[in-house]
């Protein structure tokens, strides 16, 4: 089955068609359901406390950049926990594992499928860290979003496009650092946070 019509998912994909193959595209966006029921209790099953961890979910390769981010933790030397969501039980995922394992901070949760539980985990956290590079429109992202999370994002155009000025940006380990370092100070102040959350 083929169309000659084509729908393109994120600002990115509707860039990429135009450039590489000369192609107009109808840009169709994505939708999340905003997440309106936060449940604290939800915390204690992964011991963390409200707004005192960070968190990354993301299958475990090397596009969504988990190294960057967690280079950029180590660097920060900040002893906030974060969350590493997503199955790790694959080469890449031991190599990760591997190479973080003395960092206590850095905890690696293997995959999570209650989504009631990840939308607390997003809406609570401190920082969420979304490192996706490639693939348009990620639906976790969206959640983010529609969990109020305040974001770190990779720096391209996919999540640029979603985005856009509500959140913040990195481009390598050290930016990571920067912002972790940064953002810690800023936060404390709870209006800040709440003006800055993507809505």
Do not use: W
Request: hydrophobic share 35%; net charge positive; charged share 20%.
């Amino acid at each position: 089955m083929s169309s000659d019509y084509l729908v393109s998912d994120s600002m990115g994909i509707q860039s990429f068609l135009k450039k590489r193959y000369k192609k107009e595209s109808t840009y169709i966006a994505y939708g999340a359901h905003p997440f309106t029921n936060p449940n604290e209790a939800v915390l204690k099953e992964y011991h963390v406390e409200k707004e005192n961890f960070n968190m990354i979910m993301a299958r475990f390769e090397p596009e969504n950049n988990l190294q960057m981010v967690l280079d950029g933790v180590v660097k920060s030397n900040d002893s906030t926990p974060i969350l590493v969501i997503g199955n790790h039980n694959t080469k890449y995922g031991k190599y990760l594992k591997n190479r973080y394992q003395n960092h206590a901070s850095i905890r690696f949760m293997g995959a999570i499928y209650n989504l009631e539980h990840l939308n607390n985990l997003r809406y609570f956290s401190k920082l969420y860290f979304h490192g996706h590079s490639v693939g348009g429109t990620n639906p976790s992202l969206l959640e983010a979003m529609a969990s109020k999370a305040l974001i770190l994002a990779h720096n391209n155009d996919f999540n640029k496009g979603i985005i856009k000025q509500n959140g913040y940006y990195f481009a390598n380990a050290e930016e990571v650092k920067n912002l972790l370092l940064t953002i810690k100070k800023m936060i404390t102040c709870k209006s800040f946070k709440t003006t800055t959350k993507p809505l």
